[in-house]
């Protein structure tokens, strides 16, 4: 019989990253590389009246010079998501419009770096202007479209039949949250190395969360078969949404890489980022929550504005967890959407999730205040049965585990009324918020080598992108095979590898796992035995070269059966002084149910970072735009404040439940998006117990504790 898999392991990949032999994108030594820097435009609409290269084409080491007038040959995908999908609809360099501040207008190719940012400068450009609409109170918003076939919009009860429920007004909250712009500023910055092997074949270095889907995008955009272009990602430095397929300067490096013919590399700076490689859009929150006395919820309503570009539509779905969350007889969810001159918006860690529940935690809170009722009572009380926009019951739900785990390693039951604690001269406040995210899974493929060496190598196209998805891999196959992790080789990120899925919407451990457990016990099935050291001793004599399988595992019926989701419950300790304004973090607990924790420590890890991000974006994170010219005003980690090593406290993670062996054969859900969802929350909810001050505009700077 295998041993157990170990339950916390140190990362397979953790050597090679702090040595630097793990290899990034843009890292790749190619005989004859030359370099590319974006031009991009000035203003946020109009359009160019003329754009002179001249200087540029006579600047020393330039090679081209790409523009709308002379843009490389590049086709329209077909956007069907998981098949081929760019995240602007617009093709780049397509025409001489303007619908944002910083839109990529031309290219310069030159034999250095430095001499095609210097080259850059030199182009001249004239501009037909068009005021800007960027204000979120003077846009127009229409009905948002639904995320892959799925509808936003959803009601339940009387308000499915035309009627507004009655609600008792002390009995009621009705408040309107605010968010603001988000940037997305992954260490790693997106980057390209395109080298073409005459006209029809191509290999494409660039960190994605989805290879296949990226390997088939580049072939359609570049008129080829899917055959005729490798990509590879082996190492990704963090992504969180923003890698998952090709964005324009992706496109255009691999289109004039063709046309100049030589290995061409483009890397977008972090100013640069800042308009062309996705946000995530403000937000506007309305929340109605009506209950009865003893705190039983008796209607939701939550209607949301957010954003999005003229180059690519993407709404921002804050509504979808609400069905999951609180039971209610009546639910109203509503969202609207305005295309406004901003750069295209797109997913940034739990997608709809991380607004969405800092507006309805918040909400939950001031109704447990307004109703006298502990706030995790309240919750407990009205936990989901299951999602009520599928009718569909939950396959594992250890929520209220969370929440009592949690309150009690914590120590809620000391908490006291608002203003009542104080520390070293600072008011101390206590805040709860709840956590929640999807179990996504999708269909992937892996393949496993048993090697007469004692080794096994397992294959597949799916990647890291820092999770530690090298690591889990290794485990899986460890104890599916009965060897030791260290006799696991993984290889990961090349579309010549069978298909690994998409790292993203927290599914690659819970979309991988079971093919590479499948493809280990087909392996052992062909060389009829029960574990790996057989097998090889089997091989040996045998002199075969490898035992060698492939499986494929996709979801199946079971979605039709059940709701797949994780939980958990964050409790925030702030303390603050009112005569500066200085908030601090002090203490944090998080428990999770998120099914069978395959790695405790890389789990744990991942919890830890959705938590640093979600208080980064609870008390820093801020992307303005200039209201008169469209251009963004913060534009590097200088100006774009994130949270740092100083602002964390220490964070305490666990994690209750079982696992879901309903959802996949591992039973595993994903962890790299809840920790995220519900932290803004919790810090507002403690600020107010601190505090007495109900704030509801993120992020909460220092002039709003004043």
């Known amino acids: ?35 590319g820097y974006l031009v991009t435009s000035t203003i946020a609409k109009g359009r160019i009246r003329t754009i002179n290269t001249r200087a540029a084409e006579k600047s020393p080491g330039v090679i081209a010079v790409f523009t709308h007038r002379n843009a490389p040959k590049l086709f329209k995908p077909t956007n069907d998501f998981m098949t081929s999908m760019t995240y602007e609809s617009r093709l ?19 034999d250095t770096f430095e001499r095609a940012r210097h080259a850059s400068h030199l182009v001249e450009v004239e501009y037909d202007t068009q005021s800007p609409l960027v204000e979120p109170e003077k846009a ?41 712009m988000e940037h997305h500023a992954p260490m790693e910055p997106p980057a390209i190395i395109a080298q073409w092997r005459g006209k029809d074949a191509v290999t494409i270095y660039e960190p994605s969360q989805a290879v296949l889907v990226g390997q088939r995008t580049y072939a359609e955009v570049l008129g080829l078969p899917a055959e005729r272009v490798r990509l590879l990602s082996p190492y990704i430095g963090g992504a969180f949404g923003s890698k998952a397929f090709p964005w324009p300067h992706g496109l255009l490096c691999a289109a004039a890489a063709r046309q100049v013919g030589k290995p061409l590399k483009v890397v977008v700076s972090r100013r640069q980022m800042t308009a062309n490689t996705g946000h995530r859009s403000h937000t506007e929150q309305r929340i109605r929550l009506s209950a009865t006395p003893d705190g039983t919820l008796n209607a939701i309503e939550h209607e949301v504005k957010s954003a999005a570009s003229p180059a690519g539509e993407f709404s921002e779905p804050c509504t979808k967890m609400v069905p999951v969350m609180y039971e209610s007889p009546n639910i109203r969810l509503y969202q609207e959407l305005a295309i406004m001159n901003v750069g295209t918006p797109t997913f940034m860690r739990a997608p709809g999730e991380t607004p969405g529940m800092w507006a309805l935690e918040s909400a939950m809170d001031e109704l447990a205040w307004k109703l006298n009722i502990d706030p995790i009572a309240l919750r407990l009380k009205n936990i989901a049965k299951g999602d009520q926009r599928k009718n569909l019951p939950f396959s594992e739900h250890h929520f209220a585990d969370c929440l009592k785990v949690g309150a009690e390693r914590f120590g809620w039951q000391e908490r006291q009324k608002p203003r009542s604690l104080t520390r070293d001269g600072k008011l101390v406040g206590i805040g709860i918020a709840a956590a929640t995210y999807p179990g996504n899974r999708g269909a992937t493929s892996a393949k496993v080598r048993l090697l007469p060496d004692g080794t096994a190598h397992v294959l597949t196209a ?48 819970a979309s991988l796992l079971p093919a590479v457990k499948g493809a280990c016990e087909k ?12 097998a090889i001793a089997i091989l040996k004599e045998s002199g075969r070269a490898a035992w060698e399988a492939t499986a494929s595992t996709a979801p199946g019926e079971e979605k039709k059966k059940y709701a797949f989701h994780s939980s958990g419950a964050h409790f925030c300790e702030v303390a603050i002084d009112e005569e500066i304004g200085r908030l601090r973090v002090t203490r944090w607990l998080s428990v999770m149910d998120i099914g069978r924790v395959i790695n405790v420590k890389t789990a744990a890890s991942q919890v830890r970072g959705g938590i640093i991000m979600g208080i980064s974006h609870a008390l820093m994170e801020e992307g303005e735009l200039d209201p008169n010219l469209g251009n963004p005003v913060v534009y590097d980690l200088a100006t774009y404040h994130v949270a740092s090593h100083a602002d964390i406290p220490r964070i305490d993670v666990a994690f209750v439940g079982k696992p879901d062996l309903k959802f996949n054969p591992v039973g595993a859900r994903g962890v790299g998006e809840i920790g995220i969802t519900g932290v803004a929350a919790a810090v507002a909810n403690a600020v107010y117990h601190a505090t007495g001050k109900r704030i509801r505009d993120l992020p909460i700077t220092p002039d709003k504790l004043l």
């Open 1 to 35: 019989m295998n041993e157990p898999m170990k339950t916390s392991l140190n990362r397979i990949d953790g050597r090679a990253k702090v040595t630097g032999k793990a290899t990034y994108s843009a890292e790749h030594q190619i005989q004859g590389l030359v370099h």
């Open 92 to 110: 780049p360099l397509a025409d001489d419009r303007i619908h944002y501040g910083g839109q990529i207008i031309g290219l310069v190719v030159a």
């Open 140 to 180: 127009t918003y229409k009905e948002a479209p639904g995320m892959m076939g799925e509808k936003l919009n959803f009601e339940k009860g009387s308000f499915a039949s035309g009627k507004v429920p009655q609600s008792d007004p002390a009995l009621t909250v009705e408040a309107t949250y605010l968010t603001s």
């Open 462 to 509: 799916g990647n890291d992108m820092g999770t530690g998805a090298y690591t889990v891999v290794a485990m899986t196959a460890s104890e599916a095979l009965g060897l030791p992790v260290e006799q696991i080789r993984v290889e990961l990120g090349d579309s010549r590898l069978p298909d690994g899925g998409i790292a993203g919407g927290s599914q690659m451990t």
């Open 523 to 534: 392996v052992l099935q062909e060389a009829k035995t029960k574990n790996a050291p057989e």
